[in-house]
């Protein structure tokens, strides 16, 4: 099974800064990966498909890069509502598998 | 908009059996693969098992072969995963979720297996 890295497990940001989080994997996989959101008691949600491309209704402020095996989800000027987990998933190879998370937390 | 209700959960004991249902609606049932992904208590996400968009293929991780069995009934627009000779280490909330090459997921249901 394709093993996905994520870093750093935690992040402490305060609000309007901007990050990226990291997420690798252990053999190529171009660019099927996917990025998720998931908050506090509720379902993950997902934020970028295939690596770079948006989804309807995620805001601007989100986006992706990489390919490969070396991935990256940014945050443009990061807001209240943002502070939650975040997965990456991908669908190269069978099984699908996650990361472990980062953990986006207030400083 | 996509919704996926799940139903089914709650405690049950080790060994014991359990069913979760999923109704769909918002989107073509019968065009897509459907997928189970749990989550143990303050842990990732796992996929547990998928069924072709037709019923005819179904995939499972190998903790759960055997014992778990994935279904769908497409006139319903329902998935199913009967969850067979349950252990403690299935606790977890289990998500049904719309299976293209990434993620639509229903709200989530818990399952616990405890004496």
């Known amino acids: 099974d394709i093993m996905l890295t994520q870093s750093p497990a935690t992040l402490s940001v305060t609000p309007g800064e901007s990050i990226s989080l990291s997420c690798r994997a252990s053999?190529?996989?171009?660019?099927?990966l996917h990025w998720y959101q998931q908050k506090p008691n509720e379902s993950p949600r997902v934020l970028i498909k295939?690596?770079?491309q948006t989804i309807s209704g995620i805001p601007s402020r989100f986006s992706g890069s990489g390919s490969g095996t070396d991935f990256t989800l940014n945050i443009n000027r990061v807001e209240p509502e943002d502070f939650s987990v975040y997965y990456c998933?991908?669908?190269?190879?069978?099984?699908?598998?996650f990361g472990a998370g980062t953990k986006l937390e207030l400083k | 908009e996509v919704q996926l209700v799940e139903s089914g959960g709650g405690l049950v004991q080790p060994g014991r059996s359990m069913k979760l249902s999923c109704a769909a609606s918002g989107f073509t049932f019968n065009n897509y693969d459907m997928a189970w992904v749990c989550q143990a208590p303050k842990k990732g996400l796992e996929w547990v098992a998928t069924i072709s968009y037709d019923g005819s293929s179904t995939y499972y991780r190998d903790s759960v072969k055997g014992r778990f069995t994935i279904s769908r009934d497409n006139a319903k627009s329902t998935l199913y995963l009967q969850m067979d000779s349950l252990r403690s280490e299935d606790t977890a909330t289990y998500y049904c979720a719309r299976h293209g090459s990434y993620y639509y997921w229903g709200q989530g249901v818990m399952v616990t297996v405890s004496s």
């Open positions: 053999q190529s996989i171009s660019t099927n």
């Open positions: 295939y690596a770079s």
């Open positions: 998933q991908q669908s190269n190879s069978w099984p699908d598998t």
